[in-house]
């Protein structure tokens, strides 16, 4: 079992790297938690660690987990319109667009709210949590890298946005229920942003370094 | 054989890993940690973001032209574009969801489109903005591209719920689709270029001291 100061101090044998965005060659930051380091050259953030990054990893990303699974089970909105109801659940944003012949548009969008947004949770809590309890890694090359590869493409945040933006337009022509899996998804959507926040590549490939090690 | 700026790894033959960051030397071939190919620059940047470029350009013109959802309410349809839209919103008086809309789906994808092939444009042609600046550009670019699909999740969002027999039913329009092909190729665009590529020609004289480092406290 690794100590969680070990991994937020990141001891590692000093080595250089270079900046991602600029290709300057710097002495590797060692960081104590609270510190961001940045390139010289080019001001791109070359790694942060948050205070207590690990222990808030672990809980925030399961606790979104949950609350992603939650957010699948029950209604998400419905819309009255002179005593006529149409209730939906979160898998009917993206069914809806298959029945109605846009096969690929339905799967973009299920990938983009539910599926990655979701991985990227089960892969953060299942690389940092194998990583504290036994030391070692279990396929972490490609945990870590599927992370990162799917950054890019989990798009819960901006869903939420565009939930928020069709309720505003729809408050004005009918009424509009807001059901429990709405408040699930809010909630998944605040845990998946501050999981976001303390990602760090960084960190992340530097934590695989010291777990092989040890 | 391409010169890089004093100071860069690539300058001593050394690259870094796209994968995981590690310094390795470019002989290796392999990355030691992650065992992805070694390059020290992507293959090929310019010429693939200016291909994923103009493939989500052409995208984005039906997105423009086309509707992105047709509603029909007791048997008329009406038919709405991207843009068509936002007039509707800002007709019925909510400013601030027509302008957030706006923003998403017209101003960002124009923005990134302009400054990708701007930045394509100046790797080759040395402009007198510095490449610092040009770097935070490519650095916006990178962070808003994602925000555009703002408008493909509305459109999900309506078509599910507004489905209420022959009274009023929403469908999805042509522009729906490839308006997130545009999104998506320019996201594409956007990874394959390689920021690294605005510092190559980069002269010496403005090259920090290594050891200055710049860590900051939160």
């Keep these: 079992m690794i100590e969680t100061s070990k991994l937020n101090g990141s001891r590692l044998l000093s080595s250089n790297i270079a900046c991602q965005h600029c290709d300057f060659m710097m002495a590797e930051p060692q960081l104590q938690p609270g510190q961001v380091a940045l390139c010289p050259r080019c001001g791109h953030k070359i790694s942060r660690l948050r205070v207590n990054a690990v222990n808030e990893l672990l809980s925030y990303s399961l606790t979104g987990l949950i609350l992603l699974i939650l957010a699948t089970l029950f209604p998400f909105m419905s819309f009255t319109l002179n005593g006529n109801m149409m209730e939906i659940t979160l898998w009917q944003a993206a069914t809806e667009f298959y029945i109605e012949n846009y096969k690929v548009l339905a799967f973009v969008v299920f990938f983009f709210i539910v599926l990655f947004p979701g991985l990227i949770l089960m892969f953060v809590f299942s690389y940092v949590g194998t990583l504290i309890l036994f030391g070692r890694r279990f396929y972490s090359p490609i945990i870590v890298s599927a992370i990162f590869g799917l950054l890019p493409w989990a798009m819960a945040e901006v869903f939420f946005v565009g939930v928020l933006v069709s309720l505003i337009k729809l408050t004005t022509i009918a009424e509009i229920g807001i059901g429990l899996s709405f408040w699930a998804y809010l909630l998944f959507c605040l845990c998946y942003v501050k999981v976001l926040s303390l990602i760090d590549k960084h960190q992340f490939w530097s934590w695989m370094d010291l777990a092989k090690k040890i | ?218």
């Design chain 2, 1 to 218: 054989m391409t010169h890089y700026s004093s100071g860069s790894a690539a300058s001593l033959g050394l690259a870094s890993c796209h994968r995981c960051g590690k310094l390795s030397d470019i002989a290796l071939k392999r990355c030691g940690r992650c065992h992805s190919t070694l390059r020290l620059r992507i293959p090929n940047s310019i010429q693939k973001t200016l291909a994923l470029l103009i493939t989500g350009l052409i995208f984005f013109i039906p997105a423009n032209l086309f509707p992105i959802m047709h509603s029909e309410q007791l048997g008329v349809i009406e038919s709405a574009t991207i843009v068509g839209g936002v007039i509707i919103l800002w007709e019925q008086g909510s400013y601030p969801i027509a302008i957030v809309v706006f923003v998403a789906s017209v101003i960002v994808p124009i923005v990134k489109f302009i400054i990708l092939f701007w930045l394509c444009y100046s790797v080759h042609f040395n402009p007198s903005v510095s490449s610092r600046e040009r770097t935070v550009l490519y650095r916006v670019t990178e962070f808003i591209g994602r925000w555009s699909m703002v408008d493909v999740f509305v459109v999900a969002i309506l078509v599910a719920l507004i489905q209420l027999g022959g009274v009023l039913n929403v469908r999805p329009g042509l522009a729906a689709l490839t308006f997130a092909c545009a999104v998506i190729f320019t996201m594409f665009a956007a990874m394959c270029f390689d920021p690294r590529l605005l510092w190559d020609k980069l002269a010496n004289n403005n090259v920090p001291d290594s050891d200055t480092r710049n860590i900051k406290e939160l």
